[in-house]
């Protein structure tokens, strides 16, 4: 089992910048791809970024040339630098992970979630 824990979040001005970070813990050996999700109230849970196991990296159109992702595996932590933000980048950020190496921008692909991080970004 993996225990995921998301921090970085707070609250930013329209144009500003977020780090988040995602530290993971347990059986780790096992995971091949890290995403990150996000939910706005009110509204459906999307795809915001992934890294799979080949470094291969998959952002949402919404989020591509403004946020990052990237991952330190001596530190067993995936990050997702986040610039230009806007008021609809506004939600609760999860981290997942999944043990299926071909796991992308679906949700059911990932077996394990964090409990989120909020991003609030003012205009």
């Known amino acids: 089992q993996v225990l995921l824990v998301e921090s970085g979040g707070g609250f930013v001005q329209t144009g500003g910048s977020l780090n988040l970070s995602c530290a993971a813990s347990?059986?780790?050996?096992?995971?091949?791809?890290v995403g990150w999700f996000r939910q706005a109230p009110g509204k459906e849970r999307e795809f915001v970024a992934a890294?799979?196991?080949?470094?291969?990296?998959y952002y949402a159109e919404s989020v591509k040339g403004r946020f990052t992702i990237s991952r330190d595996n001596a530190k067993n932590t995936v990050y997702l630098q986040m610039d230009s933000l806007k008021p609809e980048d506004t939600a609760l950020y999860y981290c997942?992970?999944?043990?299926?190496?071909?796991?992308?921008?679906?949700?059911?692909?990932?077996?394990?979630w964090g409990q989120g991080t909020q991003v609030t970004v003012s205009s």
């Open positions: 890294i799979r196991w080949n470094l291969v990296k």
């Open positions: 997942a992970a999944a043990s299926f190496r071909w796991a992308t921008t679906v949700a059911t692909d990932y077996e394990y």
């Open positions: 347990g059986r780790t050996f096992g995971t091949n791809a």
